[in-house]
């Protein structure tokens, strides 16, 4: 039998680089493009994916719809050429409104195969839009929507920023109440960051406050779940039946290929990433930036962090099955964080509630902390 995999295609074009983003991404690179889909191409040709299936694909970036649909679907036939490709597989494309509202290019794309879309809306107001850098509108975004809609997709994510500069608790309210209008399945909230070496860093005395941030943070799931929603990971909210397979690999240690430059792979015992360079892979010299073979203690501190930041939590009884430890050691810890209201133990699994999330950097980090300890310990006897 097949295991299951995930495969990731990064696309690193986008028609302007947003005032916050970190990610690798090269705006006006339009002359490449086709290039860069026979590097593609090649690259995934040279992989062996003896003995797995993709139950997912997903095209992230960048802004992989400003690739074009055919270009994007000659990529999924590449894929499905170099590996089986299951039949209820969740195959997404990421997209930004202004390159995503046209009928035509989606029915394209939903010929093709793809049966998701995750749109990147980030606000409903279009003067925070433009302070962000983003190149559309929020009549960009219903257009796109409906277009969607039209083409036969059936699933539809919207990714929202709050956080940002000059934002009040009420203008984020009023544009988490805008996305649910528009009736996606799945929702992608995160707290704008400032990461240093954008443009955002010089302004990032402009951004609201820890303290508003928090508030933003609990007022989204506490909407969210008024609304029938479900949290499944920190910052991902989903209707029932609605989450995300391609992210759950990453919070459930499942294993994913990623393939052009700067991807991330986990895949067959071995974590790595591809050189954050385009003009290196075009040449056929896409080499790893990183990689390392991960051990069994450091996959275990893995399902600790990620089983964390999910809803699902933390099964004591897996945890003993799978790496042979008493979970009992951190019983004493977790149980404080229940009493301050930072965690519940329910249904056998320990999770963390909504403000629990807010600060569980902090709550992971002591946990690690215990578990190398007690490796530690345990070693030496």
């Not at 302007?16 to 002359?31: A, R, T």
């Not at 990529?75 to 499905?80: C, K, R």
């Not at 519940?344 to 709550?363: H, Y």
Request: proline share 5%; glycine share 10%; charged share 25%.
């Amino acid at each position: 039998m097949s295991k299951p995999l995930g495969i990731y295609i990064h696309v690193p074009f986008c028609k302007q680089k947003c005032i916050y983003c970190d990610f690798y991404s090269l705006p006006c690179q339009e002359d490449r493009m086709d290039d860069y889909v026979s590097a593609l191409q090649g690259q995934l040709a040279e992989a062996d994916f003896s003995g797995y299936a993709a139950d997912s694909v997903y095209f992230g970036g960048g802004t992989p719809s400003y690739l074009g649909p055919r270009r994007l679907a000659r990529l999924l036939e590449a894929v499905a050429d170099v590996c089986p490709v299951t039949a209820d597989a969740e195959i997404t494309f990421e997209a930004n409104p202004d390159s995503a509202g046209e009928p035509k290019g989606l029915s394209v794309l939903r010929k093709a195969g793809f049966n998701r879309i995750s749109l990147g809306m980030q606000s409903a107001d279009d003067l925070e839009l433009k302070a962000l850098g983003r190149v559309h509108t929020m009549a960009q975004v219903q257009k796109a929507v409906d277009a969607a809609r039209r083409a036969g997709f059936e699933n539809f994510s919207l990714d929202l920023i709050y956080g940002l500069p000059g934002q009040t608790l009420a203008r984020w309210r009023e544009n988490l109440a805008a996305a649910v209008a528009l009736g996606p399945e799945h929702l992608s909230c995160y707290g704008l960051k400032a990461e240093e070496g954008t443009p955002l860093y010089a302004r990032r005395d402009t951004l609201p406050g820890e303290d508003l941030q928090a508030d933003m943070y609990l007022e989204t799931t506490n909407f969210l779940e008024s609304q029938g929603w479900r949290q499944y990971e920190i910052s991902n909210f989903a209707r029932p039946g609605w989450e995300s397979r391609h992210n759950l690999k990453y919070w459930t240690l499942g294993e994913y290929a990623g393939f052009g430059p700067g991807a991330h792979s986990d895949f067959r015992g071995v974590r790595y990433a591809w050189a954050r360079d385009l003009d290196a892979f075009l040449r056929g010299d896409g080499r790893c930036s990183a990689s390392e073979e991960v051990s069994p203690a450091e996959r275990e501190r893995e399902w600790l962090m990620l089983g964390l930041r999910t809803a699902r939590g933390l099964d004591p009884a897996v945890y003993k099955e799978r790496f042979g430890q008493r979970f009992g050691q951190f019983l004493p810890f977790l149980e404080r964080c229940e009493a301050a209201g930072y965690a519940r133990f329910e249904e056998s699994r320990w999770r963390l509630t909504p403000r629990g999330f807010l600060v569980s950097n902090s709550i992971i980090g002591e946990l690690l902390a215990q578990q190398e300890h007690f490796a530690t310990s345990f070693g030496k006897d």
